[in-house]
Every structure is written in C-alpha cells, then in structure tokens.
C-alpha cells in the first residue's frame, strides 16, 4: 500500500514504510565508491611528492602551491560545483564530477611544469569539491530515519579507507611504473565509476518530485526500491517539506535556519582544522619527542583508523539517541584525547591509546557532522547546506597546517602545541550544545527539521 495522504502520496512515509532495498544497498555502495575515489585522488598529489619534485627538480618550498591549490580547488568545488545538484539533480553532477576529476588526473600524469601540476590540481580540486556533498545528500535522501545516519557515516568511511589503501596501491605503482602510473589509475578508475553511475545510480526520488517530474518517472525509481508497488497512472507524489523559489544560498540563512548555518559552519571549520592539523604533523612531533620515524608513522595510521572504526559505529548511536548526546561528548572526548597526547612522554601504548582516540572522536564527529548537515537542511537545498558547510570545513583544513607550522616554528612545546590543537574540538562540542538547545527538532533525534506546510 501506498503512503497516501490529502493530495497525494507522501514518499518520505512511503520509505519508511519499507524495509531496506536491494536498490538502496546499491546507492550506499556507489556512493561509498564515490567517497573511496574521492579519497584516493585527493590524497594521491602526498603520495607521490616526493618523487615528482625530483623529477621537476623542485624544493618543498616551490611544491607548496600544488596542495594548495588542490585544496582551493576542492573549496570553490563545494561552494559553486555541489550546489548545482539542488537544480539539475544528484545523480548528473555526481557523473559529471567522476568524469572531470577523472580526466584531470589523467592529464596530471603528463604534466610537463611545476605550472601545468598547479593548474591541473585546482581543477581535480573543483571536480572533487563538487562530488562529496551530493554522496553525502544522495545517500541521507535514500534511507528511512531509523538507519540513515548508519549508512550515511559507512558511506563516507570510504574517504578514510580509499585514501589509506590508496596509498599503499601508489607505493606499488611508483616503484614499479614511476609516480604517473599514480594519477592513469587515479584517473581510469572515476571514469569507470561515472560510467557505473550513469548506468544504475537512480536519481533522488525526493528531489524527483520536489521538481515537479513526471509521475511516471518517480514511480519507476520507486518500483526499484519496491518490485510489487502499484501506484495509479494518475498517481500525485509528495514530499511534505519545505520548497521555496530563489536561490538556494539564501535560503541556508532563512526559515529560522541562520543560527544553525553559522554553528554548522564552525564545527566543520574547527574539526577539518584538526583533523588535517594532526594529520599532517603529528609524525613530525612525535619523531622529534623522540619515537622512531616508523613508530611515528603508525601512531598516525592509528589516527585516521580510529576515525574508520568511529564512522562505522557512531551512526548506530546516532539513529538510536540523536545527534545531541552523541555530537557533544564526542568532541568533548577529541579535546581530551587531543591534549592527552602532549602529556604521554614517550610511553608509546599512552601515544597509541591517544592517537586513537583523537581520530575515533574528531574523525567520527566530523563524520557525523556531515550526517547532521545532510538532515538540516531540506531537498531543494541540501546539497548546496552541505556542499557550503564542507566548503567552510576546507578553509579550516588549509589553516590547520599552516598553524601548526607557524606554531612548530616558534619552538612551542609538545603539551602546549597539543592543547592549543584541543581548544577548537571544544568549540565544535559548544556549537553543537547550542545548535541542540536552539534547534532540539534537528539536533536531539534522528529525524529532519519540522516541516512548513
């Protein structure tokens, strides 16, 4: 039977009515795929550094501008590129995106200058920036509210997971083949998951009707999900949520939504600081503490596998008690564990249990910030709310290293260096206290803000 109400026939309840399909499994998949390729390509320029700046005879200090302008690039992508989708669709910007970071990082194994890697890196920046946010909102739009953040944190472990066994796929290549055999396979591999996409992604059934499309087609994404689903040929669907004309932008900061904008904003900015913070001196710190190179490299790989393990199970809390009682402790925790770093001297099982913990908590409250954007924000804006809050969450990745450089080059000691790194995890953990206190309909369960009718 069919979800009907007054008017037509409500899709939301519809799904939830039913139990998970083999069509969305698929959904979780491809977009866990996304996020794998995402990773890998955003992640392979650091795996391959070293050997193109001895080929292109360059210094560190004159390779810099090639990460940051990946990094500009992934930016600008979810700022202009991933709200895009709120208008033409999901699935065509998500096959677009493969397609054109695909072919840039193809062309980047030919790069012949210094300027042409640059070049070529800010525009596999714009096509990744403008993937993510969409794997994100695609993957939220297709699950009922009782498993969404589940899925949707599974999904996105797929970054983490792409960019760690990516990197050990470029070890192999580089020594056998040389570093552009890193970018032809970084390259094919998206154009085959465009294609994939192309030919089984169903389109978000949700955006579907909130752009007025034929009955026929939704009924058709509807009977993948459900085979034995009858719907009338003159049969309305709905989607009982807010739908207003204009541009989308402007609509993150009205409906009573601004204070809840800002606030996502700063937890994604404080917690991509971290996180790249870390992740891009904590071997260098604990080298210089004393640790071997090979016991500093794995307390990093402890980092971001602490964030794997959160992603997966943190969306079980989530979908049971709500985003409040599991965001705010969460980063609460990543500021002690954080901090605890600086005060474990050299006991590498105390490092070890820190690094852990630093990533479960400010890698999985990321994670699930993401999650939270996803469900803030209604369809017709959705992927422009998270594409904007990752955009913000980019610029704290950027300032991240560049702080702890600064902070590094001032000779600042280990302890105070680790919590000054702990002070923005408690400002994500306030953000997301007041955005549960202002906002309970959002934050406090699993479920979307109250609907305008």
């Known amino acids: 039977m069919a979800a009907s109400i007054a008017g037509g026939i409500d899709v939301p309840a519809w799904i939830e009515s039913r139990n ?11 977009m866990g795929l996304t996020a794998a390729l995402d990773g890998f390509d955003a992640q392979m320029i650091g795996y391959v550094a070293p050997a193109v700046m001895r080929d292109l005879q360059v210094g560190p200090a004159q390779f810099t501008p090639v990460f940051a302008f990946g990094l500009f690039g992934l930016l600008l992508g979810c700022l202009v ?35 042409s890697l640059i070049v070529l890196r800010f525009l596999t920046g714009l096509g990744l920036g403008g993937s993510m946010p969409n794997a994100i909102a695609m993957t939220a739009e297709y699950f009922p509210r009782r498993n969404r953040a589940f899925t949707t944190m599974v999904m996105f472990s797929g970054f983490p997971l ?3 066994l990516g990197g050990l796929l470029a070890a192999w290549l580089i ?81 009573g939504r601004a204070l809840g904008t800002v606030l996502l904003w700063i937890i994604f900015y404080c917690s991509l600081l971290d996180i790249f913070f870390l992740s891009s001196w904590l071997p260098t710190v604990l080298h210089d503490a004393g640790l071997s190179l090979s016991a500093s490299v794995v307390e990093t790989a ?24 599991v965001l705010v402790p969460v980063y609460i925790g990543a500021g002690l564990a954080i ?31 993401n999650v939270l954007a996803a469900v803030f924000y209604p369809t017709y804006i959705r992927s422009t709310g998270v594409g904007w809050a990752l955009g913000i969450g980019r610029i704290g990745s950027i300032v991240g290293p560049v ?13 105070s260096l680790f919590i000054a790194a702990a002070i923005p995890a408690f400002v994500a953990a306030g953000s997301a206290l007041i955005l549960g206190l202002t906002r309970g309909d959002t934050i406090a369960a699993p479920t979307e803000p109250a609907l305008s009718h």
Not at 302 to 323: C, E, M, S, W
Request: proline content about 3%; hydrophobic content about 55%; glycine content about 12%.
């Open 20 to 30: 998970v399909s083999r069509t969305q499994i698929l959904v979780v998949i491809l």
């Open 81 to 115: 590129i991933a709200p895009l989708a709120d208008w033409v669709g999901r699935k065509r910007i998500l096959v677009l995106s493969a397609i054109f970071f695909g072919l840039m990082s193809l062309f980047t194994a030919w790069a012949w200058s210094l300027d």
């Open 162 to 164: 792409g960019a760690t």
């Open 175 to 255: 020594t056998r083949y040389g570093w552009p055999s890193v970018f032809i396979v970084g390259g094919i591999l998206p154009l085959v998951l465009a294609a994939a996409l192309a030919a089984t992604l169903p389109e978000s059934f949700r955006h579907l009707v909130l752009k007025g499309r034929a009955a026929a087609e939704v009924a058709a994404v509807l009977r993948r999900i459900d085979p034995q689903a009858q719907f009338a040929d003159d049969a309305h669907f709905i989607v009982r949520e807010e739908h207003q004309p204009g541009i989308t932008l402007i609509h993150l900061f009205r409906e």
């Open 302 to 325: 402890l980092f971001q596998g602490g964030g794997v393990v959160a992603g997966v199970t943190l969306g079980l809390f989530i979908d049971r008690v709500g985003f409040l009682k």
């Open 339 to 369: 901090a605890s770093i600086g005060f474990a001297g050299t006991a590498l099982d105390l490092i070890m249990l820190a690094s852990f913990l630093s990533g479960a908590c400010v890698i999985g409250g990321q994670n699930s910030s």
């Open 403 to 415: 702080l702890g450089g600064m902070m590094l080059g001032a000779h600042w000691d280990r302890q």
